[in-house]
Nanobody, 126 residues
Framework: EVQLVESGGGSVQAGGSLTLSCVVS????????LGWFRQAPGKEREGVSC????????HYYESVKGRFTMSADNGKNTVYLQMTSLEPEDTGTYYC???????????????????WGQGTQVTVPS
């Protein structure tokens, strides 16, 4: 059974930093993408970043470029999202997700990710 478990959320002042973790287990696919998404109250879920296994590349959405860094520790089956210069607009529930056999190119939309974690809350008060 594939499981993704996020942790590391919390409340942080604007300008601060936070690192989220996502432990992936039961995942045995040869080709995959791992993504971070977020959803603010009353808004649609949006992409944050993704890592594509067959290209080894990480992509970021415009709203977080230069501030967020996605990385992985394969030995721990864990992906991280380092978030710096946090803004109130970054507030939301953050999810990690996995997509099997993604197409080439940029990050896929959330509807193509088959496996999801339960989410972790990030709050940046205004």
């Amino acid at each position: 059974e594939v499981q993704l478990v996020e942790s590391g959320g919390g409340s942080v002042q604007a300008g601060g930093s936070l690192t989220l973790s996502c432990v992936v287990s039961g995942f045995t696919f040869d080709d995959y993408a791992l993504g971070w998404f977020r959803q603010a109250p009353g808004k649609e879920r949006e992409g944050v970043s993704c890592y594509k296994r067959h290209t080894g590349k990480t992509h970021y959405y415009e709203s977080v470029k230069g501030r967020f860094t996605m990385s992985a520790d394969n030995g721990k089956n864990t992906v991280y999202l380092q978030m710096t210069s946090l803004e109130p607009e970054d507030t939301g529930t953050y999810y990690c997700a996995a997509e099997t056999y993604p197409i080439d190119g940029y990050c896929s939309g959330s509807n193509l990710y088959e496996y999801w974690g339960q989410g972790t809350q990030v709050t940046v008060p205004s």
